[in-house]
């Protein structure tokens, strides 16, 4: 008799989740590649191997220099919209800052 017992009240607990919904979830993923991820066209960019007095002639002063530092020496030039990365005297990468 035991063992009707316990068969009857698992049927129960079964019976009575029958009657909750679980609610689904769905998600749809979206792929923006990295170039497209901006607004701001990146030709008006310091590019890569460009040199410090070329990036200074064409966008002028930045508002900060911070760096060199380390071996090789890396430098950071911050403009208003971005900020410029150079290894020795040679842009190494811009990073945009963002729309705020």
Excluded: C
């Excluded at 030709?43 to 930045?62: N, T």
């Amino acid at each position: 008799m035991r063992k009707n017992k316990t068969l009857f009240g698992a049927l129960a607990v079964t019976t009575s989740l029958a009657f909750f919904q679980i609610p689904t979830v769905v998600a749809e993923e979206v792929r923006v590649p990295v170039g497209e991820q901006s607004d701001r066209d990146q030709a008006s960019f310091p590019a890569s191997g460009m040199s410090q007095s070329s990036v200074r002639a064409s966008w002028g002063a930045p508002m900060e220099i911070q760096g060199p530092v380390g071996e090789p020496p890396i430098s950071q030039w911050h403009y208003q919209n971005f900020v410029v990365y150079f290894e020795g005297d040679r842009v190494i990468h811009t990073v945009l800052k963002q729309n705020r």
